[in-house]
């Protein structure tokens, strides 16, 4: 694994072009599954996950000044804390134990 | 508090509510084992074996994001227990009739794979949370490990040669890149295998979705390149246009769908988004699953592909869903999502069988 944190930014940009001459220029990064952005009021927004050494180098790029970079998260510290959030055990071990969904049955 | 679902819990899960539910559901488990040795499980829901239509909900397929298996498990367990006790389903702001629910239950197969990648889940769950291949290392070298199984399908499986090579193809042949490695072949890997089962197994299915999370955002076909409706001959079939595949805004080359097909797919896929914002009102855009970039190998233009290599296979029509806004949100945010997910998911069963049903009835006319 690993030591390098991975850091979970948003890349916003106004235009595909603008986002894709920026991700051309830092890749290979890693954008999510399939590398989908979203519009949001207007702008293309994508989210990428970088080591921290690639998200320095990146802002020093050339087409940096044509995106603006958003840091959300430590993603990997975010990590590490949510897996204090997995079941330990099995909570269904038990046949009888029947799952229930969120829905509201009415 | 409740807690996200550990590998082990999501099969027993599956066994229990099969027990539980026996004239509705059916445990089916899967030929090929992990590398790992887990062998994993479909919770087939539906009162009739035969249905006339099925639908493939995958879930899982990428070990970090843990909301969709937790999803799938939950939708498998209300629609039985709602179709066990004659009600509806509600989701937040979203709500689905008994009869909506019996239509389902009693009309179609749902075949419901929550965990398609055990063993990436349980190692993001007690390892590495950001891992999101499967653990197989590769048999020329074992210090690179694991495989993107949504790389793995065949379906333009040779990115280097499929594809221009400016077009930035989300792939990779590096058996060690930590995202994107394709595998040493096409359908390599266990867990492509099972899904590649399963569709040859049970022709009556007609409709694939795999949840991923997270943008949020609905994909239809095709992610090869941008679509277009004119050109026939420029399909992923066509060795010709290997050069220039995938590149973005240029006149060389679209990936071709029909009018009827791009039709249905942006219908459904509208149909899903319109009951996902009902739950809380968060939008799920729509997009082709071209992005910024091409996608090779994916489990949704590979079930499409199916039938355009041979027409005797089913036509299968592939979506994906990338829910919620984070891979690991809190659980608290994540069963949110999972109402989402939810909702969505049953709209486009409600859609779908709405779709047979038209194309029966219009067949019996004619």
């Given at each position: 694994m690993?030591?390098?944190?991975?850091?979970?930014?948003?890349?916003?940009?106004?235009t595909l072009e603008d986002l894709r001459a920026f991700t051309d220029e830092i890749g290979p990064a890693d954008l999510g599954c399939r590398a989908i952005p979203r519009q949001t009021e207007g702008r293309f927004v994508i989210d990428g996950y970088l080591p921290e050494t690639q998200l320095q180098a990146a802002r020093g790029s050339r087409a940096a000044s044509r995106v603006s970079l958003i840091v959300i998260e430590n993603?990997?510290?975010l990590g590490r804390e949510r897996q204090r959030e997995v079941g330990e055990g099995n909570r269904f071990a038990s046949r009888g134990e029947i799952p229930r969904g969120l829905g509201r049955k009415e | 508090m409740m807690t996200y679902l550990n590998v082990l819990e999501i099969e027993s899960a599956l066994e229990n509510l099969a027990a539980a539910y026996p004239e509705s559901a059916e445990s089916i488990a899967c030929p090929n084992v992990t590398h790992e040795g887990r062998q994993t499980h479909v919770l087939r829901v539906g009162a009739r074996r035969a249905a006339v239509y099925g639908v493939l909900i995958l879930g899982g397929v990428h070990a970090r994001e843990w909301a969709p298996p937790d999803a799938l498990v939950s939708l498998a367990a209300d629609l039985l227990e709602a179709h066990e006790l004659g009600a509806g389903l509600v989701y937040g702001g979203k709500r689905f009739s008994a009869n909506?629910?019996?239509?389902?239950?009693?009309?179609s197969n749902l075949f419901i794979y929550p965990c398609?990648?055990?063993?990436?889940?349980h190692y993001s769950q007690t390892n590495d949370a950001l891992w999101r291949k499967n653990r197989r290392p590769h048999p020329g070298n074992k210090n690179c490990v694991g495989v993107d199984i949504n790389r793995n399908f065949d379906f333009l499986w040779d990115h280097l040669k499929k594809f221009a090579p400016d077009s930035g193809v989300s792939a990779s042949e590096d058996p060690c890149d930590r995202q994107v490695y394709r595998g040493p072949s096409p359908t390599s890997?266990?867990?492509?295998k099972n899904v590649v089962w399963l569709l040859d197994t049970y022709p009556q299915i007609r409709w694939h979705v795999d949840v991923h999370s997270a943008v949020p955002v609905i994909l239809h076909s095709w992610g090869s390149d941008q679509n277009q409706m004119t050109e026939s001959t420029q399909t992923f079939l066509n060795s010709a246009f290997d050069s220039v595949r995938g590149r973005s805004n240029d006149a060389a080359y679209g990936e071709y769908i029909t009018q009827i097909d791009r039709n249905i797919v942006e219908t459904l896929s509208y149909r899903m988004s319109e009951a996902v914002k009902a739950v809380r009102g968060d939008g799920y855009g729509i997009e082709q699953a071209y992005g910024l970039y091409p996608t090779s190998g994916?489990?949704?233009d590979y079930a499409f592909s199916r039938h355009f290599i041979d027409p005797s296979k089913t036509k299968v029509y592939g979506f994906t869903i990338e829910c919620g806004h984070s891979f690991q949100p809190a659980w608290t945010e994540a069963e949110e999502v999972i109402r989402e997910v939810s909702a969505g998911l049953i709209a486009f069963c409600l859609e779908a069988s709405a779709i047979v049903a038209r194309s029966t009835s219009s067949s019996v006319r004619q």
């Open positions: 690993n030591d390098e944190s991975i850091i979970h930014i948003q890349i916003e940009a106004l993603a990997s510290e | 909506e629910v019996r239509q389902i239950v009693d009309s398609v990648n055990p063993d990436g889940r890997e266990p867990e492509a994916a489990s949704d």
